[in-house]
């Protein structure tokens, strides 16, 4: 599972992209931490989330807002 990482310390904030395993849906385990964070001065700058990943031809490819 890709999914959204959240920062919270005074106000919600999309703070990077993250990737979890599981062997059962139920309980997760990190497999890829911070593959993209908000910052840096270009155009995710404000925020990184939605990630949707397809794997095309053993290639995973990743879109995200």
């Known amino acids: 599972m890709y ?3 959240v920062f919270d310390p005074k106000g919600f ?3 990077a992209i993250a990737h979890a395993t599981s062997i059962d849906g139920t309980r ?8 993209f964070t ?3 001065g270009d155009w995710k700058h404000e925020a990184v989330l939605a990630p949707t990943v397809i794997d095309d031809g ?8």
């Open 28 to 35: 997760f385990v990190e497999a890829e931490k911070d593959i």
């Open 58 to 65: 053993g290639i995973l490819k990743m879109w995200y807002a």
């Open 38 to 40: 908000f910052g840096h």
């Open 13 to 15: 904030q999309n703070a």
């Open 3 to 5: 999914h959204t990482v």
